[in-house]
Nanobody, 119 residues
């Protein structure tokens, strides 16, 4: 069992910044990835960014390229999502997820943290 806990959400003005964190605990795998997803009210959950833990490979959704940065702290088993130049359309609940590198689906999810961007 793997547990994921997100934190760092909040209310900011457009153009501001937030840093989300996701800490994993419990049993882990030798090869896995951690990802960030967002879900706005009434909309489907969308992929935001992911990082491959073994080598640090990074992937971003087109909508956040150049604005968001995903990173990791190996010692803390923590992934971060630095969000800059935030837009009102970024407003959503942000979820951390984890999966084996070779798995298509994400098997473990955090509880979510609310990000609200005012205009």
């Amino acid at each position: 069992q793997v547990q994921l806990v997100e934190s760092g959400g909040g209310l900011v003005q457009a153009g501001g910044s937030l840093r989300l964190s996701c800490t994993a605990s419990g049993r882990t795998w030798s090869m896995y990835r951690m990802g960030w997803f967002s879900q706005a009210p009434g909309k489907e959950r969308e992929f935001v960014a992911a990082i491959i833990w073994s080598d640090g490979s990074i992937y971003y959704a087109d909508s956040v390229k150049g604005r968001f940065t995903i990173s990791r702290d190996n010692a803390k088993n923590t992934a971060y999502l630095q969000m800059n130049s935030l837009k009102p359309e970024d407003t959503a609940v942000y979820y951390c997820a984890a999966a084996r590198t070779t798995s298509i689906k994400y098997d473990y999810w955090g509880q979510g943290t609310q990000v609200t961007v005012s205009s």
